[in-house]
């Protein structure tokens, strides 16, 4: 499991500042259907929300979509 606060933090560090937003929003129905998630909760992660393999795998196909590139989960965790 993954902290989304850390994909946020690479997301904003290695693309832009204001990527996480983009993607989060991307993300956001799948999260509301999933964890009952909304924007705001997705836009200020807390640290204690976790994303599994699936939602990795749907936050790498959106950051693919919008920025044609990927992060390695050893990115992520260090």
Do not use: N
């Not at 500042?17 to 956001?28: C, G, S, Y």
């Not at 259907?33 to 909304?38: D, M, V």
């Amino acid at each position: 499991m993954i902290q989304i606060v850390k994909i946020k933090e690479v997301c904003e560090q290695k693309l832009s500042p204001v990527a996480w937003q983009r993607i989060a929003t991307h993300l956001a129905p799948h999260f509301m259907r999933k964890y009952a998630l909304g924007l705001k909760e997705l836009f200020m992660p807390s640290e204690g929300l976790l994303c599994d393999e699936e939602d990795w795998q749907h936050i790498q196909t959106v950051v693919q979509k919008l920025y044609e590139c990927t992060f390695s989960e050893e990115e992520v965790l260090a």
